[in-house]
C-alpha cells in the first residue's frame, strides 16, 4: 500500500512530536513514523528533562529563550500543564574556567536570561552546602528547570493529530529511495496476525528526528549525518521525606549534577572513558567514581543511599562540535536534518519545531538563524564547539 502526505516525519520523540504538530499547523500533510509501540521511548523519555538558558553559543541561548517561553505558556495556550517547573539551574565554576564562563553569562543578559552571578558564599547560603575548594564562583538560571519530555511529546502529537497528521507507531523505516522530486520511505509495520507487512509512503520532504538513530537514517538515504550515539546513567537516590527542592546543581569542574525529584535526588555525570555506540545497560562501574566526584563538592552526598531499581540508562545524540544539526540538508532536496542535539534536545524543541516548519514552509528558519547549526558548517571549517555539555 501507498500513502501520499506532504511532509514525513520519521521519530516520534519530542523532537519530532513537535515538528509534526507545527508543520500540521501550517496547512501541511502529515506523516509521523515511529519504530516503537509508543512515542518517547528513545532519549526522550530517558532524559533528566532539564531546560536551561545557561549555554555558551548565542544560537543555543536563543533556541532555549524561545523554548522554555513556549513550555511556560502551554497551559494557558493549549490547556496541559507539560511539567515546566523553573527550579532553577546552578552552575558551580571551577576559577581554571571563570573567565570564560563569565564571557558566556554576557551573552546571555545581553540577549534577555536572567542569569545571575554568585559568590561562592552566596550559592551556599541560598541553595546548597558544598566544599568551595577550586571554586570561583557560580551562576544561577532562575527560569532554568524541568519540564515533563513525555507530557510534552504526547500534547504536541495530540496537537499534530487534531490538525489533521497521522501518527504510526510500531513502522520502522528500512529503505529510502527517490522518485523525481518525492521520497518513497518504506516502512515495516504490523500485519495480519504476527507478521508484518512493507508500506511505502510518499513525500516531498522527510525530516530526519530519529534522535541517536539520526546517522543511521541518513545512510539509508545515502546522506552522512555526523550524529553519534553514546550512553548516559542517570542515577536515582533513595527516597527521603521532607527533602527541600533542589534547583539542578552541576559542578562543571567534575561534571557531577543533581536536582531533587520528589523526595529523590537524580543524579548523574557524563563517562570521559565511553566508548561511542549503543552500549547497554546502566553503567554500574562508574557509580563508585561518580559518588566520589560528589561527596568531594558535596560531603553529605555520601550518606544518600542509591535505589538500583530507580537508575536508567539513555543514548545521548552527539555531533562533533555538540551542537544540533538542523535544517535543509545541503546534499539532498527535500530532507531536513532536526537532531544532533548532544543531550540537549528536550530543552530545544519546541523552537526546533517552528523552525523545520519555517524552513519547509517558508523556504528558511527566519525567527531564529539556525545558520550555525546547519550541517555545511563542518566542509566550510565554522563549527564553534558548545562548552555547556552536561
Ligand atoms: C541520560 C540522559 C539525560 C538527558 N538529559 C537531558 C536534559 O536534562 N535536557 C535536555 O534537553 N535533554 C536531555 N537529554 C537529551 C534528550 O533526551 C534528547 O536530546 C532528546 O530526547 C532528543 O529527542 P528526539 O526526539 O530527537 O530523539 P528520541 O527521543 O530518541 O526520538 C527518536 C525516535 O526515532 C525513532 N526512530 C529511530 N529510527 C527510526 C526508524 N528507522 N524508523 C522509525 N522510527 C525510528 C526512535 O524509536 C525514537 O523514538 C538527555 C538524554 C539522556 C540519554
Same mark, same amino acid.
Given at each position: 500500500?501507498?500513502?501520499?502526505?506532504?511532509?514525513?516525519?520519521?521519530?516520534?520523540?519530542?523532537?519530532?512530536?513537535?515538528?509534526?504538530?507545527?508543520?500540521?499547523?501550517?496547512?501541511?500533510?502529515?506523516?509521523?513514523?515511529?519504530?516503537?509501540?509508543?512515542?518517547?521511548?528513545?532519549?526522550?523519555?530517558?532524559?533528566?528533562?532539564?531546560?536551561?538558558?545557561?549555554?555558551?553559543?548565542?544560537?543555543?541561548?536563543?533556541?532555549?529563550?524561545?523554548?522554555?517561553?513556549?513550555?511556560?505558556?502551554?497551559?494557558?495556550?493549549?490547556?496541559?500543564?507539560?511539567?515546566?517547573?523553573?527550579?532553577?539551574?546552578?552552575?558551580?565554576?571551577?576559577?581554571?574556567?571563570?573567565?570564560?564562563?563569565?564571557?558566556?553569562?554576557?551573552?546571555?543578559?545581553?540577549?534577555?536570561?536572567?542569569?545571575?552571578?554568585?559568590?561562592?558564599?552566596?550559592?551556599?547560603?541560598?541553595?546548597?552546602?558544598?566544599?568551595?575548594?577550586?571554586?570561583?564562583?557560580?551562576?544561577?538560571?532562575?527560569?532554568?528547570?524541568?519540564?515533563?519530555?513525555?507530557?510534552?511529546?504526547?500534547?504536541?502529537?495530540?496537537?499534530?493529530?487534531?490538525?489533521?497528521?497521522?501518527?504510526?507507531?510500531?513502522?520502522?523505516?528500512?529503505?529510502?529511495?527517490?522518485?523525481?522530486?518525492?521520497?518513497?520511505?518504506?516502512?515495516?509495520?504490523?500485519?495480519?496476525?504476527?507478521?508484518?507487512?512493507?508500506?511505502?509512503?510518499?513525500?516531498?520532504?522527510?525530516?530526519?528526528?530519529?534522535?541517536?538513530?539520526?546517522?543511521?537514517?541518513?545512510?539509508?538515504?545515502?546522506?552522512?549525518?555526523?550524529?553519534?550515539?553514546?550512553?548516559?546513567?542517570?542515577?536515582?537516590?533513595?527516597?527521603?521525606?521532607?527533602?527541600?527542592?533542589?534547583?539542578?546543581?552541576?559542578?562543571?569542574?567534575?561534571?557531577?549534577?543533581?536536582?531533587?525529584?520528589?523526595?529523590?535526588?537524580?543524579?548523574?555525570?557524563?563517562?570521559?572513558?565511553?566508548?561511542? !555506540?549503543?552500549?547497554?545497560? #546502566? +553503567?554500574? =562501574?562508574? *557509580?563508585?567514581?561518580?559518588?566520589? $566526584? %560528589?561527596?568531594? /563538592?558535596?560531603?553529605?552526598?555520601?550518606?544518600?543511599?542509591?535505589?538500583?531499581?530507580?537508575?536508567?540508562?539513555?543514548?545521548?545524540?552527539?555531533?562533533?562540535?555538540?551542537?544540533?544539526?538542523?535544517?535543509?540538508?545541503?546534499?539532498?532536496?527535500?530532507?531536513?536534518?532536526?537532531?544532533?542535539?548532544?543531550?540537549?534536545?528536550?530543552?530545544?524543541?519546541?523552537?526546533?519545531?517552528?523552525?523545520?516548519?519555517?524552513?519547509?514552509?517558508? !523556504?528558511?528558519?527566519?525567527? #531564529? +538563524?539556525? =545558520?550555525? *547549526?546547519?550541517?555545511?558548517?563542518? $566542509? %566550510?571549517?565554522? /563549527?564553534?564547539?558548545?562548552?555547556?555539555?552536561?
Amino acid at each position: 500500500m501507498e500513502v501520499d502526505v506532504d511532509v514525513v516525519v520519521v521519530g516520534a520523540g519530542i523532537i519530532g512530536a513537535t515538528c509534526a504538530a507545527e508543520l500540521a499547523g501550517a496547512g501541511t500533510r502529515v506523516a509521523v513514523l515511529e519504530r516503537e509501540q509508543a512515542p518517547a521511548m528513545g532519549s526522550t523519555g530517558r532524559s533528566a528533562a532539564g531546560v536551561r538558558v545557561q549555554f555558551g553559543e548565542p544560537t543555543n541561548v536563543a533556541l532555549s529563550l524561545a523554548s522554555i517561553e513556549v513550555y511556560r505558556t502551554f497551559p494557558e495556550r493549549h490547556g496541559i500543564d507539560v511539567g515546566y517547573r523553573p527550579v532553577g539551574y546552578l552552575l558551580l565554576v571551577p576559577e581554571t574556567d571563570w573567565a570564560g564562563h563569565l564571557g558566556g553569562v554576557e551573552i546571555q543578559q545581553a540577549m534577555g536570561a536572567p542569569v545571575e552571578v554568585l559568590d561562592i558564599g552566596e550559592a551556599r547560603r541560598r541553595f546548597v552546602d558544598l566544599d568551595p575548594a577550586g571554586l570561583a564562583g557560580a551562576t544561577f538560571g532562575s527560569i532554568d528547570g524541568v519540564v515533563d519530555p513525555h507530557m510534552v511529546t504526547q500534547a504536541q502529537l495530540d496537537l499534530a493529530r487534531e490538525r489533521g497528521a497521522s501518527v504510526h507507531v510500531r513502522h520502522e523505516v528500512v529503505e529510502v529511495a527517490r522518485s523525481g522530486a518525492d521520497w518513497l520511505l518504506t516502512a515495516t509495520a504490523p500485519g495480519v496476525g504476527q507478521g508484518s507487512e512493507r508500506k511505502v509512503i510518499r513525500a516531498g520532504a522527510v525530516v530526519n528526528a530519529a534522535g541517536c538513530w539520526s546517522g543511521a537514517l541518513g545512510r539509508l538515504a545515502g546522506l552522512e549525518v555526523p550524529v553519534t550515539p553514546s550512553r548516559r546513567t542517570i542515577w536515582m537516590t533513595a527516597p527521603r521525606p521532607g527533602r527541600a527542592t533542589s534547583p539542578l546543581v552541576v559542578d562543571l569542574g567534575s561534571g557531577v549534577y543533581f536536582r531533587s525529584e520528589g523526595q529523590r535526588l537524580l543524579f548523574g555525570r557524563s563517562n570521559p572513558a565511553e566508548a561511542p !555506540g549503543f552500549t547497554t545497560g #546502566i +553503567d554500574w =562501574d562508574f *557509580l563508585e567514581p561518580t559518588y566520589e $566526584a %560528589a561527596a568531594a /563538592r558535596f560531603p553529605w552526598f555520601a550518606d544518600e543511599a542509591l535505589d538500583q531499581a530507580a537508575c536508567w540508562f539513555g543514548y545521548y545524540e552527539l555531533t562533533p562540535d555538540h551542537n544540533a544539526v538542523l535544517g535543509a540538508n545541503p546534499e539532498a532536496h527535500g530532507w531536513y536534518d532536526a537532531c544532533g542535539f548532544s543531550g540537549h534536545g528536550v530543552q530545544h524543541a519546541p523552537a526546533v519545531g517552528r523552525a523545520i516548519r519555517e524552513e519547509i514552509v517558508d !523556504g528558511r528558519s527566519h525567527t #531564529i +538563524d539556525i =545558520d550555525p *547549526l546547519r550541517l555545511s558548517r563542518f $566542509a %566550510a571549517g565554522t /563549527r564553534r564547539d558548545e562548552r555547556h555539555i552536561i
